[in-house]
């Protein structure tokens, strides 16, 4: 049986839900498209939030013959047969070829395409959950334009899943009216938890649905069903794509900006999607680059953390990972370390280095030739304070300061110390 996600998709723009800064009113997509002009077109975001059913309205408004492919299951062959097409009685009016997921199509069949973009033989909408940057070949990206879509509002699935009990009440598509009565609340319970996702969202209706008893010659949608069915439906989060990316950057970003919450959030949704090893190395980052110097035992406590996590595996890994995103999401910040070594390896990139000076090298024997002879390092240890005044970096660069220590305590602390103990106070 056709799923209900699919048997109730849109058929007009209006009938779409969200993605307003695409298809509302006065928007340039929406009016190019309402004057029937389809350009080589990229859908871009993630699932169930309209892409496919844009494309298919698209598709059956236009005059053109229409070719579906899914890149999970086209072949070359498949394309050569749509191109074959070109110039036949069949296709006057010209051919519009709707690739979904294109993503999965290798570099050579996403080149079979490119001629009869070029000369408009072929018009291409395309649809992926995968950034276009990184899985479309750029010849073929630059051919078309990119339209990104984005994870639907709670209020917007709620809309679309009272339209679906409308439709369904209606029996349309030869199907018998099915009359359903939600409680007070069960729809917004699923609407929440879909995550920004439709086709979700009317998957767990349908659930519910098969689950629910009649009563009063409707089917009752209860609150406590509704809950059943969508208990885990919103967790999002894939360990190769998009969503695994931002997340981790949310989780480093809002450590870095110093807010508790908003990193317990994003550890917990990589945690619930099962990717434990991407937290612990994130984790073991922050602690170096965003909090470092200020308070260096932080790193000490975060590795601690993160090995207790990969002892105890998940669920119970997922204690120590919040104590350690806390511990840094409070703690001071400091990125002196990272600015140092970035700035050493920017002088050593540009060729900016010299021989090391004659007291640090590891030999103890000058050659015939040379012109001062001895090393001449002077042992720290032997001389007040553990610290005597000696040259360290190459002549060429003799003097350059990488090292700045942050506003911190722990940093002004030992900036202090090593100023007295230089300045022979």
């Known amino acids: 049986m056709t ?7 849109p058929r007009t723009l209006a009938d779409v839900c969200g993605q307003q800064h695409l298809l509302g009113p006065g928007r340039a997509f929406r009016r190019a498209l309402e004057k029937g002009r389809v350009p080589n077109m990229i859908f871009y975001g993630p699932p169930g939030v309209g892409k496919t059913t844009v494309a298919r309205i698209l598709a059956a408004q236009s005059k053109m013959r229409l070719f579906q492919l899914n890149g999970t299951s086209a072949g070359t062959g498949d394309i050569k047969q749509v191109l074959g097409e070109v110039g036949t009685l069949g296709a006057v009016g010209g051919i519009l070829l709707y690739l979904d997921e294109i993503q999965y199509l290798n570099k050579k069949q996403q080149q079979s395409l490119l001629e009869c973009l070029e000369d408009g033989s072929v018009t291409l909408i395309a649809s992926t959950t995968e950034n276009p940057a990184f899985y479309i070949y750029s010849a073929l990206l630059s051919r078309c334009s990119v339209f990104e879509f984005k994870p639907l509002a709670p209020e917007d699935i709620l809309a679309g ?23 007070a609340g069960a729809l917004e319970t699923i609407s929440r938890a879909a995550g920004g996702d439709m086709r979700k969202a009317l998957g767990c209706l349908e ?21 059943q069915v969508s208990e885990r439906a919103g967790v999002r989060h894939d360990k190769s794509g998009d969503e695994h990316y931002d997340c981790i950057s949310a989780l480093q970003k809002s450590i870095r900006g110093s807010d508790p919450d908003a990193a317990v959030h994003y550890l917990a949704r990589i945690l619930e999607g099962g990717d434990l090893l991407s ?13 470092g110097l200020a308070y260096p035992l932080a790193i000490a406590v975060t590795k601690a953390c993160v ?4 002892q105890l ?57 040379a012109a001062v002879k001895g ?28 090292y700045r220590p942050g506003p911190n305590k722990t940093e002004q602390a030992a900036q202090a110390y090593w100023q007295k103990i230089k300045q022979g106070r």
């Open 307 to 310: 090995d207790s996590a990969l």
């Open 313 to 369: 595996g998940l669920p119970e890994g997922r204690i120590p990972l919040a104590d350690a995103a806390i511990l840094l999401a409070t703690a001071p910040k400091s990125n002196s370390g990272e600015a140092a070594i970035n700035a050493a390896a920017a002088d050593i990139r540009a060729g900016r280095t010299g021989p090391v000076p004659r007291q640090l090298q590891n030999k103890h024997y000058d050659g015939a030739d």
């Open 279 to 291: 937290a612990c190395r994130r984790l073991l980052v922050i602690a170096a680059e965003d909090v």
């Open 161 to 183: 899943m009272h339209r679906a009990l409308a439709r369904l009440a209606a029996g349309e598509d030869g199907q018998p009216p099915l009359a359903v009565a939600p409680e």
């Open 375 to 402: 090393q001449h390092y002077l042992y720290p240890h032997d001389y007040p304070n553990h610290w005597v005044a000696q040259q360290y970096l190459p002549d060429a660069i003799a003097g350059a300061v990488y």
């Open 207 to 227: 659930f519910a649905l098969a689950a629910a008893e009649e009563e009063g010659g409707a089917l009752a949608l209860t609150a406590d069903l509704a809950a």
């Open 3 to 9: 799923p209900l996600a699919d048997r109730l998709r």
